[in-house]
């Protein structure tokens, strides 16, 4: 609301174009996030909970950690996929530490990103700095979330 | 207003993809569960959508205010003028609100590298538009996960962008085969 505020106090010229802009992600949302929730719940229902919280479960440990950042790694797409998948794993008892690990690394790796952008915009170079320099912080994060909540019991 | 189906296409790659895991899960819970199991899960689904839909909607006008708050050339010309570890959390920061998809967010980059920032700030931008996202924990992570456990997330991915653009930076100076002559390529 306040952004909204600062727009029209601003920028009125701009509201069309900004409600626009929200209308086309939205009917592209609308039409495929519906789909993406029932396949999530679909495959939850496939999922045992056995597969997943010995791995990445809350008392996994540094070991889940690692493993939620292989597995974050190789999600190969954009976020209508990864968060519908992600409520499985979370949903399957996921601790919350792993969690962030696993779209912490899926966020930095992204290899639809990698390939359709980074490559073709910024070249192979970049590409292997960027991993070589932030490969491995999303274990970082897994590790700050794990004192976090150490420290801060729920 | 004619003209609209070629603005976007609705039923492209993704959205076949989407229905093909759709159909396919759903087979298989008919075959597991029967009707029931289907039944149930499109009730959890019902719910789910209910619930993150509207979450989701709120988001993205959000992230299309920001977008027109925050002019690009602007940005770059800013940050590319920068140095050392202050740009460094700059472009973090920066990184960080910037709102949009890759679309939006690689000219900025490309543009960043042009206006002579340091590879250490063009690769904290980066992680810090990915992995810090403000507009993705308001679209995507509050929707689906919860207020809670989007602010934990939120606050332990905070370093994250500003170690990788030391690194980078580290890197870049010392490891020729890491070296990045931007000027040279653009």
């Known amino acids: 609301m306040i952004l909204l505020a600062i727009t029209i106090a601003r920028q009125p010229q701009e509201l ?28 939850s229902m496939l999922v045992p909970p056995d597969a997943v919280v010995p791995y990445v479960g809350p008392e996994s440990g540094f070991i889940g950690i690692l493993a939620a950042v292989a597995f974050g790694a190789v999600i190969p797409g954009g976020p209508i996929l990864t968060f519908p998948l992600a409520l499985v794993v979370w949903r399957s ?62 | 207003m004619s ?63 920001l977008t027109s708050l925050v002019p690009n050339e602007i940005v770059a010309r800013h940050l590319g003028r920068q140095a050392g570890f202050r740009a460094i959390v700059l472009s973090s920061v920066i990184g960080s609100i910037m709102p949009g998809g890759p679309f939006v967010a690689f000219p900025i980059i490309v543009a ?21 996202g403000v507009h993705r924990l308001l679209v995507w992570e509050i929707p689906f996960m919860g207020a809670e456990f989007g602010t934990l997330r939120f606050v332990c991915s905070i370093p994250i962008p500003i170690i990788a653009g030391v690194v980078a930076n580290k890197l870049s100076d010392n490891v020729r085969a890491l070296r990045m002559d931007w000027e040279k390529r653009h």
Request: with cysteine.
């Open chain 1, 16 to 43: 069309p174009k900004v409600f626009r802009r929200a209308r086309s992600q939205l009917v592209v949302f609308g039409v495929r996030l519906p789909l993406a929730i029932l396949s999530a719940a679909f495959i």
């Open chain 1, 93 to 154: 008892g996921a601790g919350q530490a792993q969690m962030i690990a696993l779209l912490a690394s899926w966020s930095v790796f992204a290899v639809h990103r990698i390939i359709s952008y980074e490559l073709p915009m910024l070249g192979p170079r970049f590409v292997a700095l960027k991993l070589t320099s932030s490969g491995w912080l999303p274990i970082i994060a897994g590790l700050i979330a794990m004192g976090v909540l150490a420290l801060w019991p729920q």
């Open chain 2, 3 to 65: 003209n609209r189906k070629t603005d976007f296409k609705l039923i492209d790659g993704g959205f076949n993809f989407l229905a093909a895991i759709c159909l396919i899960s759903g087979l298989f819970v008919f075959w597991f569960y029967g009707l029931p199991g289907v039944l149930s899960a499109l009730r959890t689904a019902a719910g789910d959508s209910l619930f993150i839909i509207p979450l989701i909607a709120l988001g993205v006008t959000i992230g299309a205010l």
């Open chain 2, 112 to 132: 960043l590298g042009g206006a002579g920032a340091s590879v250490g700030s063009l690769i904290a931008f980066l992680t810090a538009w990915s992995a810090v």
